[in-house]
């Protein structure tokens, strides 16, 4: 590994630590909720494995993965990572967070799920190191920003290459989210948790967490868009359909991504049915990006069928290369989002989210989305990464190419399970699917179904940690692997409207303002109760 | 910005379809008043039970012929419990907790609704058909929040 590399791979090996940890304690959760017995089963078990899995998946993972990717792809499209030693502080800044957050979490301190809504209290350290962590990936930002500034200099009149233009995007939605949650992290639950301020208001909390939590899956999915974007079409053998949609898709996801908060808040009171109705409206919008990507990344695909020879109508899908594992965990990842894209379409229609509203339909939905969609986009992008920024072969290929297959298996069999029993009435994140003992009846099955679905999910997931690990500390040396970015059918030379990321980022500060400042004020205005702390676990 | 024909066409489809999705929702909310729960009052949670109307939860008669339901949430139980309403009529939970968030679904139905400290969480429901239906928690609670679970009964009015 060359040492300009090292950055990257230090970011992603934490990552997919956190993933092998968080996978673990998955398993436990779904033998648990089917009331399969297993050695030290147990309520606080159970709950605390829930907030760790839900924290080092959500947060952990998917943050250090991502700044990772980004920091490689900077090395590679603009030749530099301006700012290294900041980088590194900010790595270690956000390991040292996670670490003193999750030791919390396994000590059971902190049983309070990734979502801590108050007035379950955590402990401090929890809020401080989750903070650290967020702070770091600001920092993270800042360096990429930097990195791309640096390179607009000596670039004064080309476009941006199309994967920095897409972590651009993914950081100011980053940037943007994160304002809620340090409005509620900093502003209200640290100075309470440390006893300063004796009470703070719930909803407001939550108004403030779920400005940060939806975007937040725009955070995750937009750099598996710019996987499937810039680099699917190109291991498929073929080309990139249209450039500029890809620009236009990702910079609709810096305006659309955070003014939706509050369809994860139609059950709750205090916020009206107009404002709900609102942001039903942009959730809608947000789909259509992910329309145009189905198109456009789906043609590409079709490109590199036909230039390897098919003829007919479908036929192109077969000449794709099923049997690597980057391509075919792509592949598979988007046919889980058909699925979860539209789930999503029904949980934002308030009148049918009210029959799936905390039920393990929720589960089943954000298995198949980030569960899927994204890790799946995740794992197959290390099997490529491993030897271009490792400088080492894949061990095991033949388990490389077995374990997306097995996830998807897994997963498919896990969420259609659980999606049922949610339409059934089974409540999301419970201990036992019997409840209080003798209930159940009409999903107990349905939990045991799910159970296997997660038993092989578990199973592709340590194929993966072990093809991870052989190749980092024992793959055949290799300088051959290169990076290689798909190549538009017709290039673009000159600058666009998509490119001007300034303007668009005033666009998207002015519809995050329209979309939460008079719910808010409204809020705070009104005479309020605030809420001291409980600790029931 | 030089887009395929049938890019073009794929585009304006997915708009058509997500305006058909809008529309469903717009119109059912036009004509149908339906809207989610969106009451907006407030109440002291440290001490409900010197509140009036939380301090002694229970079914009371609604000005519109039907019931009016006051439960509160608390640590790992609902009271009222049972609960028992009149079919076909509609009834109005109005909800709240004493503690930490609980939800309140009633499975099988639509009333499904958030009981957040400081908060009245009201919304109206009919129930057509007569039985017992299982009222679960689903927010997490604590370490028995699977245990918080209570029943409604749905009665059929003699004539």
Request: net charge positive; charged share 10%; glycine share 8%.
């Amino acid at each position: 590994m060359s040492s300009r590399n090292s950055l990257a791979a230090a970011h992603l090996g934490v990552g997919i630590a956190a993933f092998g940890l968080a996978s673990a304690m998955g398993l436990i959760q779904a033998l648990s909720l089917a009331d399969i017995q297993f050695p030290q089963r147990s309520e606080s078990l159970y709950y605390m494995s829930l907030t760790a899995h839900g924290v080092l998946m959500a947060l952990v993972f998917t943050t250090f993965f991502i700044m990772g990717f980004g920091y490689a792809l900077a090395q590679v499209t603009l030749g530099r990572v301006t700012g290294r030693r900041t980088a590194w502080f900010a790595f270690w800044l956000g390991l040292v967070g996670t670490a003193l957050a999750a030791q919390t979490i396994l000590r059971g301190q902190s049983t309070v799920l990734y979502t801590f809504y108050p007035p379950l209290m955590a402990h401090p350290l929890f809020y401080i190191g989750a903070t650290l962590l967020v702070v770091a990936s600001w920092i993270w930002g800042g360096v990429m920003i930097a990195s791309y500034r640096s390179w607009r200099r000596e670039n004064p009149a080309v476009p941006v290459p199309l994967p920095i233009h897409g972590m651009l995007a993914t950081i100011i939605i980053w940037y943007l989210a994160t304002t809620g949650l340090a409005a509620e992290v900093v502003g209200m639950l640290i100075p309470w948790s440390l006893k300063l301020v004796p009470t703070v208001d719930p909803l407001l909390a939550r108004t403030y967490f779920w400005w940060f939590g939806h975007p937040l899956v725009y955070f995750w999915l937009l750099p598996a868009y710019v996987i499937w974007y810039t680099l699917l079409p190109r291991a498929a053998g073929g080309k990139l359909f249209s450039d500029p949609l890809a620009r236009m898709v990702f910079i609709l996801f810096v305006l659309l991504s955070t003014p939706v908060g509050f369809h994860h808040q139609f059950a709750d009171p205090g916020i009206s049915a107009s404002w709900k109705l609102a942001h039903t409206v942009t959730t809608y919008a947000i789909l259509y990006p992910s329309f145009v990507t189905a198109f456009t990344v789906i043609a590409s695909l079709e490109v590199a069928g036909r230039l390897k020879g098919a003829k007919g109508l479908f036929n192109w899908i077969a000449r794709l290369p099923w049997g690597d594992p980057f391509f075919a965990a792509c592949a598979l990842a988007m046919l889980a989002f058909t699925v979860g894209g539209f789930g999503g379409a029904i949980n934002a229609a308030y009148a049918m989210n009210t029959m799936v509203h905390n039920t393990a339909w929720i589960q089943g939905h954000f298995h198949v989305t980030l569960g899927t969609t994204v890790t799946l986009t995740f794992m197959g992008v290390t099997y490529w990464l491993l030897p271009r920024v490792m400088g080492r072969e894949l061990k095991f290929s033949a388990l490389a190419r077995l374990q997306p297959y097995l996830w998807f298996l897994g997963v498919a069999i896990f969420s259609a399970s659980y999606h049922i029993a949610g339409l059934r009435g089974l409540p999301r994140r419970v201990y036992s699917a019997a409840l209080s003992g003798e209930y159940g009846a009409e999903w107990h099955g349905l939990t045991r179904v799910a159970a296997v679905g997660a038993v092989v999910m578990f199973l592709s997931a340590l194929s993966f940690l072990i093809v991870v690990i052989a190749t980092w500390l024992a793959g055949r040396r290799t300088d051959t692997a290169s990076f290689e970015f798909a190549v538009p059918l017709r290039p673009v030379t000159t600058l666009g409207v998509w490119d001007r990321f300034g303007v668009w980022t005033v666009v998207a500060v002015l519809l995050v303002a329209a979309a939460y400042a008079y719910p808010v004020l409204n809020l705070i205005s009104h005479p309020r109760f605030g809420s001291k702390g409980f600790q029931p676990f | 910005m030089n887009v395929e024909l049938y890019e073009r066409v794929w585009m304006w489809a997915a708009s058509l379809l997500i305006a058909a999705f809008l529309g469903t929702i717009l119109a059912m909310t036009a004509f149908h008043a339906i809207t989610p729960p969106s009451h907006f009052e407030t109440v002291d949670p440290s001490n409900l039970a010197a509140n009036p109307e939380f301090g002694s939860p229970g079914v009371r008669p609604g000005p519109d012929g039907g019931v009016v339901v006051t439960v509160v949430a608390e640590m790992f139980d609902f009271s009222p419990n049972p609960i028992e309403v009149p079919a076909g009529r509609p009834v109005t939970f109005r909800l709240t907790s004493a503690d930490v968030i609980h939800g309140f679904e009633v499975v099988g139905t639509n009333a499904n609704a958030m009981a957040i400290p400081g908060y009245v969480s009201q919304f109206t429901v009919t129930f057509p058909n007569s039985g017992e239906y299982l009222i679960a928690c689903n927010e997490y609670c604590g370490l028995l929040h699977h245990n918080m679970v209570a029943k409604l009964i749905v009665k059929k009015e003699a004539r």
